[in-house]
């Protein structure tokens, strides 16, 4: 019995990936990429020490060590830049990611800065510091939210029904800002500390894609994606005169 068992999963197995293997890779394509800040237009906004003694609790939640401001992160060596949002503009529907994603309170920082949600996917806000931090959430499109998490370890989960970017903040701590996206798609990421993103499971077609950033505002391109190996679509993001 044992052998016959082993022998049929052995060939279920060998099934399951000749089937499994071109779906994949054949009906669906990959967007890659870099957004880098642009030296034409002017220069990148420099990154600040936050400045958060008037609450204790912060400076010894660092150790003392010293924040940066994270609205403009330039990576000196290659001029990259991080926390752009990247999204499919003209996207097809998909599902919300059944995993959720966290907005963190660490620090007396938000972590992440910028974070990208699907409708209905669950971002749950978190308190990791031993101080007061109360999350105030500026939507238009969505109810606004306003609560306070008072101890380390506290959790909150919230949904959003409908697409749009906003800002969160901290009424108690005012340095702490962060910026949500919202999409009715699952095709958004944010730009890592490489100043590189990825969408992965775009099916093949033709995309306007935008990259989105506090300071500098958004811009748009238009790009064709494959089945298959990754399309590349780099971002150059300058300073917009007003
Ligand atoms: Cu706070």
Known sequence: MKRQNGLKWRMVSAAAVAIAFPASSALAGTLVGKTTFSNKNGEAEKRT???ME???ACV???QGKKVGSEDVIVNKSDNTLQNVMIYIKN???GEAPKEGAVMDQKGCMYSPHVLTLTVGQTMT???SDETLHNIHGLPQQNPEFNFGQPRAGMTKDLTFERPEIFKVKCDVHPWMGAYIGVFEHPFHTVSDKEGAYKIDNL???EYEVVAWHEVYGESTQKVSVKDGG???L???ISVQKK
């Open 203 to 205: 099916p093949a077609g």
């Open 230 to 232: 990754p399309t590349e």
């Open 54 to 56: 008037a609450d204790p």
């Open 125 to 127: 806000v978190r308190n």
């Open 60 to 62: 010894a939640a660092n």
């Open 234 to 236: 780099n971002f150059e």
């Open 91 to 93: 996207a097809p529907k």
């Open 49 to 51: 020490v936050v400045k």
